[in-house]
């Protein structure tokens, strides 16, 4: 059985208030905020039983309204980059505000990581009827698989492309993880150069791996 329940989080001055929703199972426990729709914590059991976080996350609400890599938020209203910030749409060409250097990323400089969501709660039943049983306090269901579900309803034609940006680290805290790099070489990193022949002997060697993570 799933047992949910909510409690305020916090507040985003400008924004209002800020919920944590929580979904718990014998073997699954969730954490979501109302900010952005953001998944926040995802405890699953582990190989020896054990409970461990698998996403990345921040302790404190300061963390999400400052975050710029989306952890856990729902991204859009296009994830990725537009470039230059310009579409077109039935022969139609619109500009967006950039905020990735020349693009428009994740939705721009207000998308929807930052806007304040509402919780609904419905059941649906074995006849595929939808019934809904409110947003306040505390109420149970059956079953320990989360399903995200993007839906979008516009009233003109328009880009969409929805997801959640959840970082995964299916070992727990990453302070108990190791790092393994089977190379023994790396070419460097920097921006794409493009050549008509480009020589790849370059290369930046490692010292022996794995290497115990340090506090982040």
């Not at 944590?20 to 699953?44: F, N």
């Not at 190379?183 to 990193?189: E, I, K, V, W, Y």
């Amino acid at each position: 059985m799933v047992q949910i329940s909510n409690q305020r989080w916090g507040e985003v001055p400008g924004l209002g208030s800020v919920d944590m929703w929580v979904l718990q199972s014998p073997g699954l426990r969730v954490e979501v905020l109302t900010l952005g729709a953001i998944i926040r914590s995802l405890s699953c059991r582990g190989k020896h039983g054990q409970m461990e976080d698998v996403v990345l996350g921040y302790d404190n609400l300061e963390g999400y309204v400052s975050d710029k890599r989306y952890l856990g938020a729902v991204v859009g209203r296009v994830a990725n980059r537009i470039a230059k910030g310009r579409f077109v749409v039935e022969g139609k060409e619109y500009q967006l505000d950039t905020n990735n250097g020349p693009n428009a990323l994740h939705g721009g400089l207000r998308g929807f990581s930052q806007v304040p969501q509402e919780v609904l709660l419905f059941l649906s039943t074995y006849d595929g009827e939808l019934q809904e049983i409110g947003k306040e306090g505390k109420q149970s269901f059956w079953g320990e698989t989360l399903t995200a579900d993007y839906r979008a309803r516009s009233t003109r034609t328009t880009p969409i492309n929805l997801t959640n940006h959840s970082y995964f680290n299916l070992a727990g805290q990453v302070r108990r993880s190791e790092l393994r790099g089977n190379a023994g070489s790396l070419f460097p990193p920097g921006s794409l150069l493009f050549f008509a022949l480009m020589s790849l002997r370059c290369r930046t060697n490692l010292p022996p791996l794995p290497h115990r993570l340090g506090r982040i």
